[in-house]
């Protein structure tokens, strides 16, 4: 079937509200103003945008006071908006279409660390809870960022052994106390890993005790780096 083909069976559409467009993969021009994209100046660790420039490698309060188990942080935007939309739709409408264009920004806002990197990792769900939901969005969006880099995705190296409470509702200390040893790499994951820059890739950032969790199990097996990278991330405004 050709494109006109595939364009009458499915119009392109909005990615945001649906409304029809030209062409696939776009957002109208409200729904794109909806879009709070986090951009420099920022935290080198955090990615926490700061409101002007204080040059070079300087750090947020909360990286100083409270340094991460991860190397940095990196994020496409505020989650909000159109950002909000697209993550809703990837995990709860089995929009996996999205992960593609996701994945697109994504590789903009890594500041160059995906193509630093000598692999790629998705936050596991565990095998009941992906049972339940049939695909892992995380894992959609680090694959389609790995095809896009030409960078290996390392689907089985890092397991969810634990089955955790949802993370939504509870506060900073219990998230960080649910998902507490919820990971661990696997046997045959331990040789990717060991001695390697990576890329992990997960939704949402929102208080980071999942992906703490997670970069604490790669670590203890010996990986060099750990760039934490999500499509959106809940923030306050620049500080």
């Known amino acids: 079937m050709g494109k006109a083909g595939v364009d009458l069976l499915f119009p392109p559409a909005c990615l945001g509200c649906g409304r029809r ?38 750090l947020s309060p909360q990286a100083i006071a409270d340094p991460p188990v991860f190397d940095r942080l990196r994020a496409v935007a505020h989650h909000e908006g159109l950002a909000r939309h697209l993550v809703h739709g990837l995990k709860y409408r089995d929009r996996t279409d999205l992960a593609p264009v996701m994945a697109q920004w994504m590789l903009r806002a890594s500041d160059g ?10 936050v596991p769900l ?47 200390r219990q998230r ?3 998902v507490r040893g919820a990971f661990t790499v696997t046997q045959e994951g331990q040789s990717l890993i060991f001695g390697r ?18 970069v604490r199990a790669l670590k203890k097996a010996g990986a060099a780096e750990v760039t934490v990278l999500t499509f959106a991330r809940a923030l306050g405004d620049p500080i």
């Open 21 to 58: 467009m030209a062409v696939h993969g776009a957002a109208c021009t409200t729904c794109w103003r909806s879009l709070r994209l986090i951009e420099k100046p920022y935290c080198p660790v955090y990615g926490t945008p700061f409101a002007r420039d204080l040059g070079p490698g300087i």
């Open 197 to 214: 820059r990576l890329v992990l890739v997960d939704d949402v950032y929102t208080t980071g005790a999942t992906v703490s969790a997670a």
């Open 176 to 178: 960080q106390e649910n």
């Open 113 to 122: 660390e995906v193509a630093r990197a000598e692999a790629i990792l998705a």
């Open 126 to 172: 565990h095998v009941m809870r992906l049972a339940g939901r049939r695909f892992n969005q995380s894992a959609e969006l680090a694959r389609a960022l790995a095809k896009l880099a030409n960078r290996p995705f390392l689907a089985d190296a890092l397991r969810r052994t634990r089955r955790t409470r949802r993370q939504v509702g509870l506060g900073q």
